[in-house]
Structures are given as structure tokens and as C-alpha cells.
């Protein structure tokens, strides 16, 4: 598996193949690509519905578009997909060669963070080689994007130990979602062997020094690697 981060919450994920696109916005400073140098994958995921994580997803619209239905609804109707799968939190789908289950996320979803219109709930996603059962499978290699959130105890009590992920992908950048500290919890919690920082020194309010976040995962004992990835980078998942 393939693991590309094109700064902010923008990961490119490859599984055997089949290729995602998730919460899609180039405007950031980790990325010198703009939406045309990338390649339309087979899916776009969205976490929720907010501008950082929407703002270029209709540039690849030629793809299926996942999400809560109130979200890929108004991709279809806004941005011109014409393939949608509208799922919902706890439900996992076949894409291609990978499998998807979409979890909780402690966030808001205004649309383009606006008041006026909420599309559902926000989310995070479990991308899987193997469908997760409660049978633990040593052979899957498995991603968690946690989206946009705060610290949630569901991190320690259902995605750790039955969707197993084997690197996760945490926003750190603090003010509006989990910072350092949090975010360090919830490494330990996921039991993960890599974590990968993300959804920081995009804009003032979420600059921090990211070397405190690799402090903070060494403080609570866990053995997880910090992945500080350039953008554009891409981990390798094995």
C-alpha cells in the first residue's frame, strides 16, 4: 500500500492498484501540484464537507465520490459526479482491490464551514486489503485516516483492536482538531506501528513545531515511528 501526502489532510492511497484521492485541497503549502498534475483516481474519498477538504475534489469528478449520502449528494449535484457511493459511519464497502469502512469523527460539517447547511456527519476512513472481520488477520495491511477530530475513546475501545490499522494518519495541528498531546494519545491508543502527522502549518492557527508531536508519541510509551513526511512524499506501507 501507498501513502502520499500532499500536505493538510490530502493523501493519495494506492492498494494493489486500485487508487484513492482523499479530502482533496492543493491550495497548501507542503504541495507544488495543483489538481491537474494529478492523475484522476478511481475514488475520492471525503471526510466531511468542509472547504480545506472539499475545495479541488469536483477536478476529478470523472471519479466515484465516497462519503455520507447528504455529502456525496451535493457532489453530484455541485461538482458533477456522476458515480457516488453514500455510506454511512460503521458501514464498510468493496472498492476494487481495497475495502473502506467509514468511522466516527468529533468534528463539525458545515458546508465550506458555513452555517447554514450541515451534510451530515464527519468522518474518518479504514482502507483495508482484507475485509475486516473480528478475526485478527496478520497478512492485511491496513490505513486509518482519522479526518478531522478530536481525541475519541472509540480510538481505544473498536478502530485499535478489530479494524487493527497498521499506520494512521492523525490530525495534530491543534485549534480546530486534536493537537500534540491528543493526537499522541491517540497513536498509543491505535496500537499502530506508524502514524503519520497531518492537518498542521497549513494556516496561523494550526502552526506548531511538529517535533513536539514526535515528543509527545515517545511520552506515552508507545513504539509507534513518526512519519514526518515532506510533501508530496510518499511511505510505503508493507
Known amino acids: 500500500m501507498e501513502l502520499t501526502w500532499h500536505g493538510h489532510s490530502t493523501w493519495h492511497v494506492d492498494v494493489d492498484g486500485t487508487t484513492f ?20 483516481p478511481d ?4 471526510t466531511h464537507s468542509h472547504a480545506d477538504h472539499i475545495a479541488d475534489a469536483g477536478s476529478f469528478s470523472d471519479a466515484t465520490v465516497v462519503g455520507v449520502p447528504e455529502l456525496t449528494g451535493y457532489m453530484e449535484d455541485e461538482e458533477g459526479f456522476e458515480n457516488s457511493i453514500g455510506m454511512n459511519l460503521g458501514g464498510t464497502v468493496e472498492c476494487g482491490e481495497a475495502f473502506v469502512t467509514m468511522h466516527r469523527a ?28 473480528q478475526e485478527s488477520d496478520a497478512d492485511a495491511t491496513t490505513f486509518y ?7 475519541m475513546s472509540e480510538m481505544k475501545d473498536v478502530i485499535g483492536p478489530y479494524l487493527e490499522p497498521d499506520a494512521a494518519a492523525l490530525p495534530c495541528g491543534d485549534h ?3 493537537g500534540p498531546v491528543q493526537a499522541a494519545i491517540a497513536a498509543d491508543w491505535l496500537d499502530v506501528d506508524h502514524v503519520l502527522p497531518m492537518h498542521y502549518d497549513t494556516f496561523p492557527p494550526i502552526e506548531i513545531d511538529i517535533r513536539d ?6 511520552a506515552t510509551g508507545s513504539n509507534a515511528d513518526v512519519q514526518i513526511l515532506d510533501g508530496d512524499e510518499t511511505f510505503t506501507l508493507e
Open 21 to 40: 484521492l482523499i479530502d482533496p485541497f492543493f491550495d497548501n503549502p507542503f504541495t507544488d501540484l495543483s489538481p491537474e498534475d494529478v492523475d484522476t
Open 43 to 46: 475514488y475520492v474519498l471525503l
Open 106 to 133: 468529533d468534528h463539525t460539517n458545515g458546508l465550506m464551514t458555513g452555517y447554514e447547511h450541515e451534510l451530515g456527519m464527519p468522518g474518518g476512513f479504514v482502507i483495508s486489503d482484507k475485509k475486516p472481520t
Open 145 to 151: 485516516h482519522a479526518g478531522d477530530t478530536g481525541l
Open 176 to 178: 480546530f482538531t486534536m
Open 213 to 218: 508531536f514526535e515528543k509527545e508519541v515517545k
